[in-house]
C-alpha cells in the first residue's frame, strides 16, 4: 500500500498531549505527522473532509486476545487486526493464552512473521509469566523483553505461587515491563456470573468480588516488597479500585485498566437489561434471562461497582481503558448453556461508541477518553504514538462521535461477535484509521 500524502481537512483536533482541541487541518505525509494548521495546502495530497468529525491519535488496546496460534476458527491475527483497525485501534497488544503460549523467544519469533504478514496494525505481545501458563515456573523475562514482550501475564488465570510472582514483579526492575494481572482465586471463584442478588434470583452459581479483590490486594503487598511495576488487568470492582487508589497513595509502583462494559453494563445484563448505566440510555429491548453472550471473567458486577470504576477513571486510580477483546465461537457462546459457555466479550469494534456514550453524560471529556485509550499507554510502554506532534508516526483515527448505527454481527470485522450488544444501537463510528500514514480502515 502506497504512503500517501493526505490531508484532513477541518475535523476536531483533539491531541490532549499537546493540550490540542480545535478544528483545524491535519497533513500527513511519508507516513508522519507533516503539519497541523488552519487552511493548509491540499496540492499533491488525497482530500478527507473531516468536518464534524474528530481527528486524534490513534488508540491503543493493551489487552486483546488474537487467538492465533492455535485458536484461528475463534480469531485470526487478520481478522483480529481489522477489528482493531475498524475500531480505531492503531497499536493492539496481544495476550499470550495461545496455543503454545507464548512463553519462550521461539514462539514470539513464529508470531513475530504472523504479524509480518497478516497484521494491519501495530501488535505487540505480551509474554507468560510462567512456562504453558502452567504456574509451576517462571519464564526468562529478560529473553523475551530482548524478544519484544511488552509485559507479563497469565491472563485467564492467576499466578498462584507468591514465590513466582515475587521474582515476576523483581524482575520488572531490571528489564522495565510490567506484569499484568489476572486476578481470581479460582477457589473462590467456580462460578458463572457476579456473585449476588441477580445470581441468586436466575439460579446461577456467582463468583464473589472478594476473589478478585484478595488477589489484588495480594499482588499489591508483593508490588510494594519488590518495587516492581504492576499492572492490573481488567479491574471490575469498586472496592479493588479503592485497593489501586490506596497503593498508589503508598507509592506503590501500580497501573491499572478498564474496561468499557465494567463501566456501563452491570450483572443486571445477565437478567432482562439493556440499558447502558450511568448515561441513561437504553439501547434495546429487553433481552431474556441468562444470554451466554454477558458471560465475561471478570464478571458484570453491580451498579454501584460501575459508578465507582468511573470515579476512579476520573481521579486517575485507574490509568486507563482497554478492551479485553476475547472472541469465541458461536459454538462455545450461544451454543452453550449459560453455565457451560466460555468466558468474554468481543470489544475492538464496541469500545469507543461505547466511551463515547460517557462523554455524552458528562462524565468524562472527549480529550480524557483519548489520553485513556492513547496518550496514557503511549506514555507508560514509551510508545511512539499517542500524539499528533508534527514528525510523529501518523498512527491516526478519524471519527464521527454522533453517527448512530446498529451493531450487526455481519457486519464486524471480528471473527467472533460474541457481545450482547448485537442489535443495539450505538454512536459514535470510526471512519479512517492510519497506521504509520496508511488508511487500515476507510474507504
Ligand atoms: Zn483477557
Known sequence: MQRERVLLRGGRVVDPANQVDRITDVLIADGRIAEIGPALDSTGARLVPADGHVVAPGLIDVHVHLREPGYETKETIATGTAAAAAGGFTSIFCMPNTRPALDSVATLDDLRQRIAVSALVRVFPIAAITAGRLGQRAVDFSALVEAGAVGFSDDGDTTADCSIMRQALAATLDHGRPVMVHCEDKALAPGSMHEGEVSRRLGLRGIPAAAEE???????????????????????????????????????????????????MSDQWVDTSRSLLNVDEPIGPTATPRDPHTKVN??????????????????????????????????????????????GLS??????????????ARHLSLGDVITRMSCVPAKLWSLAAGTLSPGALADVVVFDPDQPWIVDAAKLKTKSANTP???????????????GGVDRYGT
Open 214 to 264: 484478595i488477589v489484588i490486594a495480594r499482588d499489591l503487598m508483593l508490588a510494594r516488597l519488590t518495587g516492581g511495576w504492576l499492572h492490573i488487568c481488567h479491574l471490575s470492582t469498586g472496592r479493588g479500585a479503592e485497593l489501586v487508589r490506596r497503593a498508589k497513595a503508598d507509592g506503590v509502583r501500580v497501573t491499572a485498566e478498564v474496561m468499557p462494559h465494567h463501566l456501563l
Open 298 to 343: 471478570p464478571p458484570l458486577r453491580t451498579g454501584e461497582d460501575t459508578r465507582q470504576l468511573i470515579t476512579a477513571v476520573v481521579d486517575g486510580t485507574i490509568d486507563l481503558v482497554a478492551t479485553d477483546h476475547a472472541p469465541h465461537g458461536a459454538a462455545e457462546k450461544t451454543g452453550s448453556v449459560y453455565e457451560d459457555a466460555a468466558f
Open 347 to 360: 470489544g475492538l469494534e464496541l469500545a469507543l461508541p461505547l466511551m463515547l456514550a460517557l462523554v455524552r
Open 421 to 435: 450488544l448485537i442489535g443495539m444501537e450505538l454512536q459514535g463510528r470510526v471512519k479512517h484509521t492510519f497506521v
